[in-house]
């Protein structure tokens, strides 16, 4: 699974600054280069291509880009400020993740720092009139660089902060985090099914200091600290629980000193907000958020509703998609036992927020009970258990919030579906 300090990275990779500032760091790079170039280039070679028009082009350069970017951050926020006020706050992290963004503003800020360098080494006449040449060979690569960027930013920002497109980057990285635990049911560990009497009584427990969010769970780091002393390590807060000093993360048996103690509480990366990375609860959450804010009498959109009662039911389908047995099985942490991920909390998650809400609107009652009725037809168990549930309440709660007797008709008529498949 991955170690800590990977998933670390990659939060900080998702930040906004960080392809920015790579992208700056390589654009003066790059503007600087010719220096060390201009050795090899003929003599002859700038009067023969115009080189010396590349002052003119790095000013145009240096002053529409920095209008771009002012324009395109202005953009920005306002894109964030829809998905914030219209879908839902919890799914503006994505929206500010999203890579053609990122791409683009750290695009423009680069190519607005490869000319003001450009410009500051010409007006010292470091380059040279050979150096000339390169730079303005890359001048033109950077403008060409910088109109595809636009054609592709144009494009974005037609969808940026909308919501259908929000919901499909709620729903994608839902699907990521579900698949992930569906191939690693109990992250590479062994499973811990029942705390009470699978924890032996010898077993010493560890408290964290703070209250938050387990965000993420370094079960490889967990491996090593067991096998060091041959010992073993039972999970208590797997990620997207919400933990306090009050109750253990973990317990560990067979292990001696303190220095381990702290080294497992390392293992547990602790925030004030959940991450969509191992909490596939979290993502389908966010989705029942989306939903239940298209349901409010501010908004009015049971469309959108209904568009989430589908994407919940593709989420729950991921756990039938065929895993390679091996993979399932495989035990890569034999010395750590992980509790795994409750069924029904994923159908409580999806729907229950949306049953209730939606309770008084007819069609969302009916699309709720047909996607029950689909849910209780897949070849698992749990699907049907759940999904009759669901029904039983879903009913109840329409029959309650329902004036006419039609609508509660067409409800329980699409709910008597349910149970009888």
């Not at 989430?308 to 942490?333: G, Q």
Request: some cysteine.
């Amino acid at each position: 699974m991955t170690s800590r300090w990977i998933w670390l990275f990659s939060q900080m990779a998702r930040r906004i600054w960080f392809r920015a500032s790579l992208f700056s760091v390589l654009a003066i790079a790059t503007a600087l280069v010719a220096i060390l170039i201009r050795p090899y280039i003929p003599s002859d070679l700038p009067t023969k291509i115009g080189a010396d028009a590349v002052d003119n082009i790095l000013g145009i350069i240096a002053s529409s880009m920095l209008t771009v970017t002012t324009f395109s951050l202005s953009t920005m926020v306002s894109a964030y400020s829809a998905a914030t006020s219209n879908v839902t706050p919890r799914a503006t992290k994505l929206v500010m993740e999203d890579s053609t963004t990122q791409n683009v503003l750290a695009t423009f800020v680069g190519s607005f720092l490869f000319s003001l360098v450009g410009i500051i080494a010409l007006s010292t006449g470091a380059y040279g009139e050979s150096g000339r040449v390169v730079l303005f060979v890359v001048t033109i690569a950077v403008i060409v660089l910088i109109v595809v960027t636009l054609l592709r930013w144009i494009d974005h920002l037609s969808r940026l902060g909308r919501v259908t497109e929000t919901t499909e980057r709620v729903e994608n990285v839902t699907v990521t985090a579900m698949r992930s635990r569906r191939e690693r049911p109990y992250l590479g560990c062994q499973a811990l099914m029942n705390v009470a009497s699978d924890v032996p009584a010898t077993a010493r427990p560890i408290f964290m200091a703070r209250i938050g969010y387990v965000q993420h769970l370094d079960t490889g780091a967990l491996s090593g600290i067991a096998k060091s002393d041959n010992g073993r390590v039972f999970v208590g807060a797997i990620p997207g629980q919400l933990i306090d000093p009050t109750e253990p993360v973990a317990w560990f048996d067979g292990l001696q000193g303190k220095d381990q103690e702290e080294r497992i509480r390392s293992c547990f990366s602790i925030g004030d907000t959940r991450s969509f990375d191992q909490d596939p609860r979290f993502g389908s959450s966010v989705l029942a958020e989306i939903a239940s804010r298209a349901l409010s009498p501010a908004v009015n959109d049971p469309g959108t509703a209904i568009d989430v009662i589908t994407r919940a039911m593709r989420v729950l389908a991921v756990w039938l998609e065929p895993v390679d047995p091996e993979v399932e099985n495989e035990i890569l942490y034999p010395n750590v036992y992980v509790p795994p991920l409750d069924f029904a909390d994923l159908f409580d998650d999806l729907f229950t927020p949306i049953a209730r809400d939606g309770a008084g609107i007819v069609e969302v009652g009916v699309r709720l009970q047909k996607t029950f009725e689909t849910l209780a037809k897949f070849d698992d168990g749990r699907y049907r258990e759940n999904a009759m549930r669901h029904s039983i309440e879903a009913l109840r709660r329409s029959e309650l919030a329902l004036v006419f007797e039609g609508d509660k008709e067409r409800i329980k008529k699409s709910a008597d579906a349910v149970g009888s498949n």
